[in-house]
T-cell receptor
Framework: RKEVEQDPGPFNVPEGATVAFNCTYS??????FFWYRQDCRKEPKLLMS???SGNEDGRFTAQLNRASQYISLLIRDSKLSDSATYLC????????????FGKGTMLLVSP | DVKVTQSSRYLVKRTGEKVFLECVQD?????MFWYRQDPGLGLRLIYF???????EKGDIPEGYSVSREKKERFSLILESASTNQTSMYLC??????????????FGPGTRLTVL
């Protein structure tokens, strides 16, 4: 069974903290990787894609280690508005563009 | 902006009723998906479709069927609703990209309660 495993959370951090989320995936043939964000009672939305070389978008940095089948998301200078559930997502490369979602890690940023 | 809409935000049905959940996307995406999301279980794929009149089973198709008569519309049908189908149902759509970098865009969800 193809699986995507994430830290269970919740992560409680103060504003301004740096927080890291980790994720592992079981299918070595997986082709593309994403982090989605889901606010309470809302739909998931794409936060960023994850590239082999690592990529950064403002305060967010994503890393991929294909050899270890490991993905990470680093959030620097946390804001209250970063409070959400972060979903690690993998495209298995089946040809049908189906995605496998991790169960998510909840982040709570407090004042 | 991609827009995915779902027919209802909240729905309450009785056991045994036939339930239709509708999803419409306005970006001419080939792929459409139906998921359910439950606490502790995450998002699970029920069915998906990669073209009009085409459908494929996801991980948990039992108790559900789908219909895609037009490219922009994908319906999820619960033939005889049961209490264990109480859940949040999310529709999504995506383009087909050969390099698998396509991302999925989600509708706002329908919270279905079966009594």
């Amino acid at each position: 069974r193809k699986e995507v495993e994430q830290d269970p959370g919740p992560f409680n951090v103060p504003e301004g903290a740096t927080v890291a989320f980790n994720c592992t995936y079981s299918n070595s043939a997986s082709q593309s990787f994403f982090w989605y964000r889901q606010d309470c009672r809302k739909e998931p939305k794409l936060l960023m894609s994850v590239y082999s070389s690592g990529n950064e978008d403002g305060r967010f940095t994503a890393q991929l280690n294909r050899a270890s089948q490991y993905i990470s998301l680093l959030i620097r200078d946390s804001k209250l508005s970063d409070s959400a559930t972060y979903l690690c997502v993998v495209n298995e490369g089946s040809g049908y563009s189906t995605l496998t979602f991790g169960k998510g890690t909840m982040l709570l940023v407090s004042p | 902006d991609v827009k995915v809409t779902q027919s209802s935000r909240y729905l309450v049905k009785r056991t045994g009723e036939k339930v239709f959940l509708e999803c419409v996307q306005d970006m001419d995406h080939e792929n459409m998906f139906w998921y359910r999301q439950d606490p502790g279980l995450g998002l699970r794929l029920i069915y998906f479709s990669y073209d009009v009149k085409m459908k494929e089973k996801g991980d948990i198709p039992e108790g559900y069927s789908v219909s895609r008569e037009k490219k922009e519309r994908f319906s999820l049908i619960l033939e005889s609703a049961s209490t264990n189908q109480t859940s949040m149902y999310l529709c999504a759509s995506s383009l087909i990209r050969a390099d698998s970098t396509d991302t999925q865009y989600f509708g706002p969800g329908t919270r279905l309660t079966v009594l």
